[in-house]
């Protein structure tokens, strides 16, 4: 089984290894050694080095480059989250220092410790063959690993500092209509509609818990020896404390079932493969383990797809204004038309 490995850092991504290095050596003394850094290529927004300092490993997190959304690609924030999160939750890698001073790399960046595992990303590994048992093992312990950090007592002092619940899914749709409005290349009446459509339907929090904000295939990592148990959630920057079924929709609003007509997430459909659990089986399995009410559960979903429309806007206008040379950006504005048609079929559903 390959692991997640890191590579050469892309040309117009390198970081300014001899002004790091210096800034290692003063300020996290304990990292002293010859630094050497490559990159992780899977993400698509924020950027991921794996840092070898001497003998250890590290990986350092920082936002893309060019300008961002407000209050998106939060170093600070993820920081505080798995300081917050890491000794309650097993999944969260371990942070290790923040840096807020810019002139470093040229943003704020934090590291934490190096998970090992691997990653499903646009197509299922040959090296775990035709495994149905195993895609519902999978399946199963991400969705388990969702209900347990929701699970987490969002009360402690600690996690209740990461945001605050009261209108919590009412400021989000009205956020991610603001981001639409900024980021969007052109006019697509459906996101229109759908943004009206969401706001007229704003429901009442009943639970409130600790979110990923973006819990996500891809953003798992799993173990090499035994593939079906979770080792890892990764991609923290946007932590908060709300509506636990924002989360739940999320992760829906990626899942791609036999049936789809259309993909969901950035197009790719390894969860059509046989033995993942379909949406309502992660749905079942949720609520048995959460004991949460999920009569409302449509329009998270729909909130979800719409969500995600905006988010590979957001990526697609860096490639338009040449804010990024990653060729992978170039054709993902055909795939928010489609998303919003997706959202569109769950809402006249809901």
């Known amino acids: 089984m390959q692991a997640d490995l890191p590579s050469p850092t892309r040309e117009d991504e390198q970081l300014d290894e001899a002004r790091l290095s210096a800034y290692l050596a003063e300020h996290v ?12 290529h899977g993400g698509h927004a924020n950027l991921t080095y794996a840092l ?3 003998e250890r490993e590290f990986v350092l997190r920082r936002p893309p480059l060019g300008p961002v ?20 939750y097993p999944y969260c890698p371990r942070p290790i220092h923040l840096c807020e001073n810019e002139s470093v790399i040229g943003s704020v960046f934090f590291l934490m410790e190096r998970s090992r595992g691997f990653v499903i990303r646009t197509a299922w590994p040959d090296a775990l063959g035709d495994d ?13 690993g969702l209900a347990d950090l929701h699970r987490v007592d969002a ?26 409005e900024k980021a969007k290349t052109r006019e697509i009446p459906a996101m229109e509609e759908l943004g009206a459509w969401l706001q007229a339907r704003i429901p009442e929090s009943s639970q409130v818990a600790v979110l990923h904000n973006d819990f996500k295939l891809d953003n798992a990592m799993y ?32 899942w791609t079932d036999p049936a789809d007509e259309i993909a969901r997430g950035t197009g790719q459909a390894v969860s059509r493969l046989p033995g993942f ?7 079942e399995r949720y609520a048995q383990r959460t ?14 797809l719409f969500k995600t429309a905006v988010v590979i806007e957001q990526i697609y206008v860096r490639w338009v204004r040449g804010q990024t040379q990653d060729s992978r950006f170039e054709g993902m504005g055909a795939m928010v038309p489609l998303l919003a048609q997706a959202a569109q079929h769950v809402a006249s559903r809901s």
């Open 29 to 40: 003394p304990h990292l002293g050694g010859d630094l050497e850094v490559e990159q992780f």
């Open 223 to 254: 173990d090499l020896d035994d593939p079906g148990r979770l080792v890892a959630v990764f991609d923290w920057d946007m932590v908060t404390v709300g509506d636990p079924l924002v989360d739940l929709g999320t992760l829906l609003g990626y």
């Open 132 to 144: 149905p048992a195993l895609r519902r093992r999978i399946s199963e312990s991400l969705i388990d």
């Open 69 to 88: 959304a407000p209050r998106s690609h939060d170093m600070r924030r993820e920081h505080k989250g798995l300081s917050a999160l890491a000794p309650v």
């Open 277 to 283: 659990l379909d949406r309502q089986g992660l749905a």
């Open 155 to 180: 009360t402690a002092p600690a996690l209740a500092e990461l945001g605050k619940p009261e209108g919590f899914v009412e400021r989000q749709v009205s956020g991610w209509l603001g981001r639409w």
């Open 52 to 54: 070898t300092v001497g």
């Open 291 to 304: 004991g949460f009410d999920l009569d409302n559960l449509g329009f998270y979903e729909t909130f979800a």
